[in-house]
């Protein structure tokens, strides 16, 4: 069966501090790749998608994505948090035509002042 | 303008009721879906209506029963709810077979059963 893995559960990290989420998927054939956020109370809110190309992929608030094909990776960055970056991350893979999305477990960051 | 809506926001509600979810979407779009978020933050699919046809039905129990008059509203209707039901719905849209087309998602439905 088709899974998505995220590595860290929980993050607790500083201001300013770097941030990376890892992602992993089992699925051996084409694949679309997403990180979603979800803030406090709210909805997801999609950050950034990789579909083809470019395998380094910018989103918005200042993340960005790297798909290594040959590790099943896609992993979430940021070089320096804000305490407004604090919510619930989520990885998802889409692997049908039909926009079915698999998630991955979620990673709530907290980011402390 | 919401580009997803749901309603209610809130539901409180006691066993065994039936009650419905409404969701809307003003993108254009021809695929609309339901997820569900337990407490734990985990989000699984439940139902997908690609033109009002249900085009995914995954393992939900059949007391759920969404409902696609046209294909810019999906509802949910629950029967004989249980606590177990208790959960945040999302509905979500995209533009079915488009492979660029991520999903947009609704604020969400926090359906608490007392």
């Known amino acids: 069966a088709q899974s998505v893995s995220q590595h860290n559960h929980h993050v607790i990290l500083s201001e300013a501090a770097s941030l990376e989420l890892g992602c992993n998927y089992s699925?051996?054939?084409?694949?679309?790749l997403f990180w979603y956020v979800q803030y406090p109370g709210q909805h997801l809110q999609l950050l950034l998608k990789y579909f083809s190309g470019d395998p380094l992929v910018k989103g918005i608030k200042g993340f960005e994505a790297e798909f290594i094909k040959s590790k099943f990776s896609f992993n979430l960055r940021k070089p320096s948090v804000q305490w407004s970056d604090t919510a619930e991350y989520f990885c998802?893979?889409?692997?049908?035509?039909?926009?079915?999305?698999?998630f991955g477990a979620g990673t709530q960051v907290v980011v402390t002042p | 303008d919401t580009a997803v809506s749901q309603t209610p926001k809130y539901l409180v509600t006691q066993m065994g009721n039936d009650k419905s979810i409404k969701c809307e979407q003003n993108?254009?779009?021809?695929?609309m879906y339901w997820y569900k978020q337990d407490s734990k933050k985990f989000l699984k699919i439940m139902f997908s209506y690609n033109n009002k046809e249900l085009i995914i039905n995954e393992t939900v129990p059949n007391r759920f029963s969404p409902k696609s008059p046209d294909k810019a509203h999906l509802n949910l209707h629950i029967n004989s709810l249980e606590l177990g039901d208790s959960a945040v719905y999302f509905c979500?849209?995209?533009?079915?077979?488009?492979?660029?087309?991520?999903?947009?998602f609704g604020n969400g439905t926090r359906l608490t059963v007392t």
């Open positions: 998802a893979v889409r692997t049908d035509s039909w926009g079915k999305l698999q």
């Open positions: 979500a849209s995209s533009q079915g077979q488009a492979n660029n087309s991520p999903l947009h």
């Open positions: 993108l254009g779009h021809d695929t």
């Open positions: 699925y051996g054939g084409t694949v679309n």
